[in-house]
């Protein structure tokens, strides 16, 4: 499975992005889907999880009531909707592909090579 993510960029403060990840190779319904993101100088952090189905979704703190994620099978993405963005969410956001719901990076099989996302105050 090849990920690729799309719609990072700089916003301010307050304003919102939605960042997209496309599958190839392989199809993405029979996988759980998360978003990290890892800052300079920190670890990858997880932001978000949908499970193959889209029956379920599970979101770290720092994205509750900000962040919404989902998915189409039918067209092999998963996006990002995020708003009420704040500097300190200024990171790389990568998608990945694993076998179940998970906020445990380990688990996953497939990243994304990263999109950057820069949120200026």
């Known amino acids: 499975v090849w990920l690729v993510e799309s719609g990072g960029g700089l916003v301010q403060a307050g304003g919102s992005l939605r960042l997209s990840c496309a599958a190839s190779?392989?199809?993405?319904?029979?996988?759980?889907m998360g978003w990290f993101r890892q800052a300079p100088g920190k670890e990858r952090e997880f932001i978000a999880a949908?499970?193959?189905?889209?029956?379920?979704?599970y979101y770290a703190d720092t994205a509750k009531g900000r962040f919404t994620i989902s998915r189409d099978n039918a067209k092999n993405t998963v996006s990002l909707q995020m708003n009420s963005l704040k500097p300190e969410d200024t990171a790389v956001y990568y998608c990945?592909?694993?076998?179940?719901?998970?906020?445990?990076?380990?688990?996953?099989?497939?990243w994304g090579q990263g999109t950057q996302v820069t949120v200026s105050s």
């Open positions: 949908i499970s193959w189905g889209a029956g379920s979704t």
């Open positions: 190779g392989r199809t993405l319904s029979r996988y759980a």
């Open positions: 990945a592909a694993g076998p179940r719901l998970s906020d445990n990076s380990g688990i996953y099989d497939y």
